[in-house]
């Protein structure tokens, strides 16, 4: 698979996905973000995921992120069907995201 970019203006499209879609909200200027996006990466590498990966930056997403009451980062919401289903806040392990994944197979 790959990692999408979304804005506030392709968010609702990038979401109409049936199946799960991993939303992760960040920043550039956020530590824990840019320790947790290579885990991320590593987890869209092994190609074995059931999501399709968005990342949407809160500085790029304003209305998006206050849409969804995203108020720490990063924070991760999957969606199942267009709808949110889970949300963690914080940086997770590749074996903890895999598991908040699978949990909603």
């Known amino acids: ?13 990038d979401l109409q996905n049936e199946g799960l879609t991993l939303v992760n909200f960040w920043a550039t200027w956020c ?5 947790f996006a290579p885990i991320i990466e ?9 999501a399709k990966i968005l990342k949407a930056n809160v500085d790029e997403c304003p209305e998006t992120a206050s ?8 924070t991760t919401i999957l969606f199942k069907n267009g709808q949110p289903a889970d949300k963690k ?6 074996t903890q995201l895999k598991q908040f994944v699978e949990n909603h197979l």
């Open 1 to 13: 698979m790959a990692i999408y970019h979304a804005t506030d203006a392709s968010f609702k499209n």
């Open 67 to 74: 849409e969804f009451g995203i108020m720490s980062i990063p």
């Open 42 to 50: 590593a987890y869209d590498a092994e190609g074995t995921n059931a």
């Open 89 to 94: 806040v914080g940086p997770m392990s590749q």
């Open 31 to 35: 530590g824990p973000c840019r320790m």
